[in-house]
């Protein structure tokens, strides 16, 4: 008789254990969400140096890990890596059961060795806003279906690329259906192909695609993110003019370099952004003075041709012009004293165009030596 009562009570005793057990690991985070982070563990590793997994034990509540936030029993944010400074960060591929933290809505990965595709299931998380997995090795293409995130607000996929044999991010950019989206941030990649005008929001304040190799033209893509007050669209290979509309934009820094644009610059209104850089492309015709409030102009490396005018002369002697290249150029004339100081806080750059420079002032040493332009491709662009 006593066997059996001691046998009854182990029995009791087991299953209350168990049970125990079972509301201590999934009580707290649900079990959906609990696996999902074993699978995400499982496929990512510290870089020598690092210690953010050290205190991931699944032994005890998740919602404590480091980087791991929790609402009720459900995940929604998911930072992965010691975001300190310095930081070797992780190593490892982003396993696809992370589509399976339906409450998620931040996910952000520090900078590191992450390789692999980003996984289609990514584009499964609805309540997804903040989206960052920059400075790593990611390869293969922006999953199409990740512009279907109507909560996404900000993208950052930016640093993927490196060269040599290391996979680089690459093809088309995907058209967004989010209306709340106000940061993309995909520069330095290799994205190709060109912007349709309704692939981006115009809820946009912050857009950066430099170095990439996106093509086309962006005049009527560029008229509609009037929100706009970061532009970077530098090293591409863009065409056509550039929107005289977007110089009234609420920008502080107007980043068009080294693309393809052609004709002439012609702003609406005076200008009033503080940098604004169409070095190295295709544009020519006159320089509008509009453009003489700009603090930090770079027009060098165009096809700019006809007289620098007189405002420009104005507001760079009263120092409030900073820097103003005009270098490699058609430019025939500037209409200032020769005997003219030009302020020590000021850099202007007149060579290699058709004149010889009225005023000696310090070039870059990329500007070259020659200080004008051979005649013959003088009278060529004339001609």
Known sequence: MADRRALRFCIVLTLFVLHCNSLWVF??????????LQSIRKALDDLPGS???????????????????????????????????G????????DPAIGK????AELSVVPGRIFGALPRSVSQLKNLRFLA?????????????IGELRSLRTLDLSYNQFAGTIPRLSGPIPPFLSRTLTRLDLKHNALSGSLAPGSLPPSLQYLSLSWNRLSGPVDRLLTRLDQLNYLDLSMNQFTGTIPGRIFSFPISNLQLQRNLFSGPVQPVDQVTIPTVDLSYNRLSG?????????????LNNNRFTGHVPGSFVDRLLAANIQVLYLQHNFLTGMEINPAAEIPVSSSLCLQYNCMVPPVQAPCPLKAGKQKTRPTAQCNEWKG
């Open 87 to 94: 930081s070797p960060g992780l190593t490892g591929r982003i």
């Open 51 to 85: 210690n953010f997994f050290a205190s991931w034990d699944f032994t005890s509540d998740p919602c404590n890990f480091p980087g791991v936030y929790c609402d009720a029993d459900k995940v929604i944010a998911l930072n992965l890596g010691d975001p300190r400074a």
């Open 133 to 145: 997995i920059s400075r790593n090795f990611i390869s293969g293409e922006i999953p199409a279906s």
């Open 101 to 104: 933290l339906s409450a998620l």
């Open 286 to 298: 006159q320089i509008p003075p509009m453009l003489s409030s700009v603090q930090n102009l770079y």
């Open 27 to 36: 009580g707290i985070l649900d079990p959906v969400d609990f696996l999902a």
